[in-house]
């Protein structure tokens, strides 16, 4: 990874951490992005094969940061269910991630930039879909006022 580093000019050296101040912005007001807008810079610039190791490094400071900052707030038990139920797929996507070539890397990347919005959407229409799971239950025929309502008003 740092030989990646080794060979960039300074104007990409700024570029980098210009982008990386931009967004540590946005994923400190929207509580995440950081690791889909950092990608879009390095790539072209250190390759595919470092941006993975070079985000997990960033994701580990970013949270390590804020889980000194939240430190109050934060519920063990929770934390370590989800660590517990973490672990083991982290382990087979890093190992999955070793068996990639260079190719293989771009094209992972590149396909999980393209499909985050269109599966976003998905999952939001699902989501709404399911509020209304299961569905409220039918009303009585002749019933016209919502329950809770004054009876004198329409």
Known sequence: MLAALADLSLAELLLIAA???????????????????MP???????GAEPVVPIIAISALMTNTSRATAFRPSIDW??????LVAATPTCVVGAWGYTRLTSAGVMILIGSMLALSVPLRRALRSLSRQLRHWPSPPPRRPGRTRRPGRPRGRS
Do not use: D, E, K, Q
């Open 19 to 37: 982008m990386g101040i931009f967004a540590s912005l946005i994923g400190g007001v929207a509580g995440y992005g950081t690791g889909a807008l």
């Open 40 to 46: 879009l810079v390095l790539v072209p610039i250190v």
């Open 77 to 82: 038990r929770r934390a370590l269910i989800v």
